[in-house]
């Protein structure tokens, strides 16, 4: 069965970092590509940033560019989101994500459709 496990959530003041982690199981992990996404109340789900696990490429939201950097362990089919520079509208539910590495997904590493298995989120909350 594929699954993804997110972790490393919690309370931060701004300005603060956090490491999110994101475990995989049950497929071929440098297949696929793993992104973040994250949800706050009343909003929609929005891509934070993406990793291509067959070649390491990345992708930045612009409002997370600079701040959060994406890393892959292939060993550990772990995925990691290092967040610095935390702001209040960071704090959103934080959820990682599996798809195959399409063209679609090249060019389209935002869009939830393109990812293909979900994990539970993990909450992310930035005080002010």
């Known amino acids: 069965d594929v699954q993804l496990q997110a972790s490393g959530g919690g309370l931060v003041q701004a300005g603060g970092s956090l490491r999110l982690s994101c475990a995989a199981s049950g497929f071929t992990f440098e297949d696929f590509a793993i992104g973040w996404f994250r949800q706050a109340p009343g909003k929609e789900r929005e891509g934070v940033s993406c990793i291509r696990n067959s070649d390491g490429s990345t992708y930045y939201a612009d409002s997370v560019k600079g701040r959060f950097t994406i890393s892959s362990d292939n060993a550990k089919n772990t995925v990691y989101l290092q967040m610095n520079s935390l702001k209040p509208e960071d704090t959103a539910v934080y959820y990682c994500?599996?798809?195959?590495?399409?063209?679609?997904?090249?060019?389209?590493?935002?869009?939830?459709?393109?990812?293909?298995?979900w994990g539970q989120g993990t909450l992310v909350t930035v005080s002010s």
């Open positions: 994500a599996a798809g195959h590495q399409t063209v679609g997904l090249l060019l389209h590493p935002d869009a939830p459709y393109e990812y293909d298995y």
